[in-house]
């Protein structure tokens, strides 16, 4: 029905968005500034913290955008590892991680 088309329309645009970041992340793989990386880092544990919030909320309410069976329980879940993922990499690791192993020995 009319949910299924609107679901649809912002998943492509969702997905459109993540594409273009995954562009843009492709590309930073040359820049050796490791403040530049971990704010990349630091923004996608933001996307996803919010998108999984906002998956949790849908599922809740349970008003027919977000199934709420297996699959839907699994996307959830897929959500929240990605950001427990980012996560740890934005308040756990140290700004070495981020300068990459090609500027740290090339010092």
Not at 5 to 23: D, E, F, K, P, T
Not at 80 to 90: C, V
């Amino acid at each position: 029905g009319r949910e299924f088309g609107v679901a649809r329309a912002i998943l492509r645009l969702y997905c459109s968005l993540i594409a273009a970041q995954g562009i843009m992340i492709w590309k930073a793989r040359a820049i050796n500034d490791g403040e530049i990386k971990r704010a990349f880092v630091q923004a996608y544990f933001i996307c996803f913290l919010f998108s999984t919030l906002s998956l949790i909320h849908e599922h809740a309410s349970n008003e027919g955008v977000v199934s709420g069976r297996f699959f839907g329980i699994v996307k959830i879940i897929a959500m929240m590892l990605l950001t427990a993922e980012y996560g740890w990499f934005t308040f756990f690791q140290p700004p070495v991680v981020f300068t990459g192993l090609m500027s740290h020995h090339s010092r």
